[in-house]
C-alpha cells in the first residue's frame, strides 16, 4: 500500500484568496485523484490528476476553479481558486496502482475553511 | 447508473455485540466493492474489498463482509465490536464510467458506528 502525506493539514483562509495543497506519495502511483468531502457529507471526486497532461474534471468542478498540476508519479497539487465560504472542506488526495481493482490509499486530508 | 447506498445514517452497538453496517449497491455487470473507515480528523483507510471468488471477504481489524449478489449487498460485519470502532464507515463500488482511461469510484453517505461501553 502507499503512504499519501498532504500539506497543509488545515488552513483558515479569506475568502477571495486562494489555496494550494499538495500531495505527496511515497511510491510511484498509476492514478492520483482529489476528493471534496463537505460537512457531513460523502466524498465527492472533483477530478483525476493525470502526469504530464490536463486533469479530468468530473461534472459541476471547473479548471478555473480547481487547477490541478501533476509533475510526476508521486506528487500532485491541488488549488482551490477565488475562495468562498462555500469551499469550506475537507480536501482528500487519493492513490492508486491498480487498473483493475481500482483500490484506492488516501491522505490525511486538508482541513479548509474559508471565512 | 452505477450507486451505492448505506440505509443507516449511524448504528449503535454496545462493546463486545456484533456489528453490522449495510450496503447495497446497483451496478451493471459485475461488482467491485469496497469498505473504508475515516476517523476523526483523518483520512480514509481502506479496509476490505470484493473483486471476485469468496463471498466473505476478510479484512484489516477484524472486519469482514459479506457479498450476496441475490440481494445486490455488501454489509459490513464484525464479530465482537470495540469502542475503538467507533467511527465513520462508507461503502464504495466501481464505477464503471471512465476518468482519463481508469474506472472511479462511487462512494455512499457513509453509516456512522458508535460504539457504547
Known amino acids: 500500500s502507499a503512504v499519501i502525506s498532504q500539506k497543509p493539514s488545515r488552513d483558515i483562509c479569506q475568502r477571495g484568496t486562494s489555496l494550494t495543497i499538495q500531495c505527496q506519495v511515497d511510491?510511484?502511483?498509476?492514478?492520483m485523484f482529489w476528493y471534496r468531502q463537505q460537512p457531513g457529507q460523502s466524498l465527492t471526486l472533483i477530478a483525476t490528476?493525470?502526469?504530464?497532461?490536463?486533469?479530468?474534471?468530473e461534472s459541476g468542478f471547473v479548471i478555473d476553479k480547481f487547477p490541478i498540476s501533476r509533475p510526476n508519479l508521486t506528487f500532485s497539487t491541488l488549488t482551490v481558486s477565488n475562495m468562498s465560504p462555500e469551499d469550506s472542506s475537507i480536501y482528500l488526495c487519493s492513490a492508486s496502482s491498480g487498473m483493475d481493482t481500482n483500490e484506492q490509499f488516501f491522505g490525511p486530508g486538508t482541513r479548509l475553511t474559508v471565512l | 447508473a452505477q450507486s451505492v447506498a448505506q440505509p443507516e445514517d449511524q448504528v449503535n452497538v454496545a462493546e463486545g455485540n456484533p456489528l453490522t453496517v449495510k450496503c447495497t449497491y446497483s451496478v451493471s455487470g459485475n461488482p467491485y466493492l469496497f469498505w473504508y473507515v475515516q476517523y476523526p480528523n483523518r483520512g480514509l483507510q481502506f479496509l476490505l474489498k470484493y473483486i471476485t471468488g469468496d463471498n466473505l471477504v476478510k479484512g484489516s481489524y477484524g472486519f469482514e463482509a459479506e457479498f450476496n449478489k441475490s440481494q445486490t449487498s455488501f454489509h459490513l460485519k464484525k464479530p465482537s465490536a470495540l469502542v475503538s470502532d467507533s467511527a465513520l464507515y462508507f461503502c464504495?463500488?466501481?464505477?464503471?464510467?471512465?476518468?482519463?482511461?481508469?474506472?472511479?469510484?462511487?462512494f455512499g453517505a457513509g453509516t456512522r458506528l458508535a460504539v457504547h461501553p
Open positions: 464504495a463500488v466501481r464505477d464503471l464510467t471512465l476518468s482519463g482511461g481508469y474506472n472511479k469510484l462511487i
Open positions: 511510491s510511484q502511483v498509476t492514478m
Open positions: 490528476a493525470n502526469q504530464g497532461s490536463e486533469a479530468t474534471y
